[in-house]
């Protein structure tokens, strides 16, 4: 499993657990929810350019 894979996994844990407590009425943890979110993004975009990089120079 290759690490951005990992961090995807741990990052999609922390947003999981995040949005439960927020489903539960912490409010803060909304914040940390859409701050685990962003951070998916932004690494979901990251692979995806390194995997089409890779696809296009072999």
Excluded at 10 to 28: H, M
Excluded at 35 to 52: G, H, N, P, Y
């Amino acid at each position: 499993m290759s690490k951005a894979s990992m961090q995807l996994e741990e990052l999609v844990r922390t947003f999981a657990e995040e949005d439960d407590k927020f489903e539960g009425g912490n409010a803060a943890a909304g914040t940390r929810a859409r701050k685990a979110l962003m951070e998916i993004k932004r690494l979901c975009d990251s692979r995806r350019k390194e995997i089409q990089d890779a696809k296009n120079a072999g």
